[in-house]
Every structure is written in structure tokens, then in C-alpha cells.
């Protein structure tokens, strides 16, 4: 039963796989780990600034990865990457909700026009490859009914969920139309090493840690109750891996989702514990947030669980505490 179960980590050795948003959080951390199980691995990233592309994520890594500093809107770029790979995680993307409010062309552009030329590039030059895409619970906008399950409504509140939905079913559409390999994770809060810190605007567990970590207070608003669920990215990459190796999941969305879910105020606790400083103050709701606060948000993964044996293992606690360590040790390269 073991051997079966780790499976999925023996495909990857020899296989040549190619990560878009490479050198950013979670792209970082997938192709370490696909380099430690003996893949050949390209990153592309166009190290836009702001966008959590950094070169020190893959410290003591750089000989065992290939990286090519392109953009993924550039078909003749993107038609020379694409061919010959077997696997193409597509975590290339814009993940600030505040930015795409407040640009949301350029916003349109990297989350939908992006995976469309990555698409286009994948059915003209190597319609046989795997394409793993990272889609976000954000599509689902306010819920209905909790947890969410792959089969609630989309209805995305700001534009970044429109174009990230957009992207998914381009996916899905390349599926049904061309017979490309195509899957899609809807991502919950990632959280853990190699996060970009610079900025709040992507991911609000990152920014509780920075401002723990310097001794600061975290602010939250109302009574700091709303619940989410995190995922710590050792576990998220896990899942990236399934899927990539799986047949059975072409053509399939799952969901991920944390082990369960926790109150802002006892996840910022936490935090402020662990890192041995900083605060949690409350403050009444800004007038321009409460309009968007979309409540409880957490996710099933019971649909990903059930195909492919996914689940997240990694407790709150040890996560946050590996993350916090890293952080500390390294932060001249994130701040």
C-alpha cells in the first residue's frame, strides 16, 4: 500500500516540467521539491515588481533548476517553453484583490489573457502535456452555504475573482474543445516560507506575521471573528503533485481547504504567541471594508480527498512556527 501511495512522487523522475510564476511563493516551493524528486524543472517568471517573483526562493537550489525570466503574455516565448515539457504548473497570476480593484486592465491581463496564450501556446505545440492551473476559492465570492463545495455558485466579488474564474475555464474549455490535459485547484489561504512579505496586498496571514515578527499590533476589524481556513504550501504542493501525475484528473476542479477553520482573532493570537511579540487590537469596521467583508469563508476538500487521497496534514501551529522561523532567518531578502 505505501509504494502505491507514493505513487504519484515516482512519476515525476525524468520529467521534464515547467512551472509559470516560478520563482514566486508557491511555485518556489513546487519546484523544490519537484528537483528533490529528480524532475527537470524550468521556471518562468517575468519578476514583475510586486508580485512575489524572487530569485532567493530557490537558494541552494539554482543548479538543479533552469529559470527563464520571460513573460508568460509573449506567445513565441511561451511556444519555445511549452515544447518538449510533460507537466506545466500555470501558478503564473496577480493575486491582490486591492490591485485589481484599482488596475483591473492589468489584472485582465495576467490572470485571462495569460492562461489563454499559455493555452494556445500548449495546443499548437505540445498538445500532450499535463497543464496543472491555480484557480482560488475567491471565485465563489460571498457564501451561501459553508463549507464551500466545488458545485456552489460563482460569484466573484471583485475583479481579480472574475479573472481568475476566466482563466480556470479557459482551462476547462481547452479540455472540452481540444483534449488538452487540463485540471484546476481552487486555492484557499496559502500560507508558509518564501511568502512575500514587502506588501499587505497579497494575503493577509503573511502580513500578521511580519507585523509580529517586528513586534507590532495586528488590526482587526469588527470582532475579529470571521472564520477562514489556511493551508500550509508543503500541503498545497502535495496536492499540485497529485493531480499532475493523475489521469483521473483531467478535466476536473477540486477545491483545497485548511483542517479547519479558525476566528482572525484566535489565528492572530496565535501568531503573536509563536513569534513571542506583537499584538491584536480590534477597531471598528472602515465604511469602504465592510462593503466587500464577505464573512465565514472555508472550504471542502472532500472531492479531492476522495479521487486522489489529498488532505492537509500540516497542524496550524508546527506550520506557522516553520514559517515565523523562516522569516526570521531570511528576512533581509523579503522586506
Known amino acids: 500500500m505505501a509504494a502505491h501511495a507514493s505513487a504519484y512522487l ?3 523522475r525524468n520529467k521534464a516540467v515547467l512551472i509559470t510564476g516560478g520563482l514566486g511563493f508557491i511555485g518556489s516551493n513546487l519546484a523544490r521539491r519537484l528537483a528533490d524528486l529528480g524532475a527537470r524543472v524550468t521556471l518562468v517568471d517575468s519578476m ?7 530569485l532567493f526562493n ?3 537550489y539554482e543548479e538543479r533548476l533552469r529559470v527563464n525570466i520571460a513573460d508568460v503574455r509573449d506567445p513565441y516565448s511561451m511556444r519555445a517553453l511549452v515544447r518538449g515539457q510533460d507537466v506545466l504548473f500555470n501558478l503564473a497570476g496577480q493575486v491582490s484583490h486591492l490591485d485589481s480593484m484599482q488596475d483591473p486592465f492589468t489584472d485582465l491581463e495576467i490572470n485571462a489573457r495569460s492562461p489563454l496564450s499559455i493555452l494556445e501556446a500548449c495546443r ?4 500532450a502535456v499535463k497543464v496543472v492551473y491555480a484557480g482560488t476559492r475567491q471565485q465563489y465570492g460571498r457564501p451561501k452555504y ?3 463545495d466545488e458545485d456552489h455558485l460563482q460569484h466573484p466579488t471583485d475583479i481579480n475573482g472574475v479573472n481568475k474564474l476566466a482563466g480556470e475555464w479557459y482551462h476547462m474549455v ?3 474543445a481540444y483534449g488538452l490535459r487540463t485540471a484546476s485547484l481552487r486555492l484557499t489561504n496559502t500560507y508558509g516560507p518564501r511568502q512575500l512579505l514587502k506588501h499587505n496586498r497579497q494575503g493577509f496571514i503573511a502580513w500578521f506575521v511580519r507585523l509580529a515578527v517586528e513586534g507590532k499590533t495586528i488590526q482587526l476589524f469588527g470582532d475579529g471573528r470571521q472564520r477562514r481556513d489556511l493551508c500550509y504550501v508543503d500541503d498545497v504542493v502535495d496536492a499540485f503533485l497529485r493531480v499532475g501525475a493523475s489521469d483521473a484528473a483531467d478535466g476536473q476542479i477540486y477545491n483545497l481547504g ?6 482572525l482573532i484566535d489565528l492572530a493570537q496565535l501568531i503573536v504567541e509563536i513569534a513571542g511579540q506583537g499584538s491584536v487590537e480590534l477597531a471598528p469596521w472602515p465604511e469602504e471594508r465592510k462593503r466587500i467583508d464577505i464573512g465565514d469563508v472555508y472550504s471542502s476538500y472532500a472531492r479531492i480527498h476522495a479521487a486522489l487521497g489529498w488532505e492537509p496534514v500540516t497542524e496550524l501551529a508546527d506550520g506557522l512556527r516553520r514559517m515565523i522561523d523562516y522569516v526570521r532567518a531570511h528576512r533581509r531578502y523579503y522586506w
Not at 124 to 127: L, S
Not at 258 to 263: E, S, T
Open 10 to 12: 515516482d512519476f515525476y
Open 48 to 54: 514583475l515588481p510586486d508580485y512575489g517573483g524572487n
Open 58 to 60: 530557490i537558494a541552494g
Open 124 to 127: 499548437h505545440e505540445n498538445p
Open 146 to 148: 459553508l463549507p464551500l
Open 174 to 176: 481547452y479540455y472540452g
Open 258 to 263: 485548511g483542517r479547519a477553520p479558525i476566528a
